[in-house]
């Protein structure tokens, strides 16, 4: 990595990740595998940016350590790469345990449980889900008919238009909003590993 750090892919250790490689990565990976419209690629880490907006719309007053779990969602994909899902189907469980070890890792190292409670894992797959529609919509080509067929109907009252950003930008962009919620999180009373109530993310 940029950092100097060596991450072994096969058993990645949490004191090997640093978020600055994360968001160089990320910011350098581009979504629907650079099939977009605009001069620049919509990257990976806009993405996470999005899905960390829409989940925080979709439940106000979402706590800062989900909305930072929604932020990194896709964060193992600064080593990996953004696979498009027909393609990780066709590779089978091993591929799923790779990205699950190194999604742990991740977790670890940020302070984040290893497996989220099941209402925010819910919350962070429909936001993720609204950005893809969004994505198809404004930047791939798809048509509305065809988005609402894979990916359901948008998040309601949340509007955005998306203008893919040159790589500097858009990792500056995620390692501030990194920042803010990382620190928010810190400060929370109950901790940022702290259990959650299932009904109320």
């Known amino acids: 990595m940029l950092s100097g750090r060596r991450l072994d892919l096969i058993d990645p250790s949490p004191l090997d990740i640093e978020i600055e490689d ?3 990565g990320l910011a350098r990976v581009a979504r629907w595998n650079g099939q977009t419209t605009g001069e ?4 990976v880490a806009q993405h996470c940016l999005l899905v960390e907006e829409i989940a925080g719309n979709l439940r106000p007053g979402l706590a800062a ?3 930072l779990a929604a932020l990194l ?4 994909e600064y080593v990996i790469g953004d696979m498009i899902s027909p393609f990780k189907a066709a590779l089978g469980l091993n591929y799923k345990a790779f990205e699950h070890r190194l999604e742990a890792a991740i977790h670890i190292r940020f302070g984040l449980p290893l497996t989220l409670p099941g209402p925010v894992s819910v919350l962070i797959k429909q936001a993720d889900r609204a950005s893809a529609y969004l994505e198809a919509t404004q930047l791939a080509g798809f048509s509305i008919a065809e988005s609402l067929q894979f990916f359901g109907a948008p998040a309601r009252g949340f509007h955005a238009s998306l203008d893919p950003l040159p790589a500097c930008e858009a990792q ?6 990194f920042r803010a919620l990382f620190d928010a ?6 901790g940022i590993t702290a259990d959650l109530d299932a009904s109320r993310p």
Not at 40 to 43: A, E, I, P
Not at 73 to 76: E, G, L, V
Not at 185 to 190: F, I, N, V
């Open 22 to 24: 994360i968001a160089q």
């Open 40 to 43: 620049h690629g919509f990257s």
């Open 65 to 67: 350590r989900w909305r």
């Open 73 to 76: 969602h896709d964060a193992s």
């Open 172 to 177: 500056e962009l995620f390692l501030a909003r």
């Open 185 to 190: 999180a810190g400060q929370d009373p109950t």
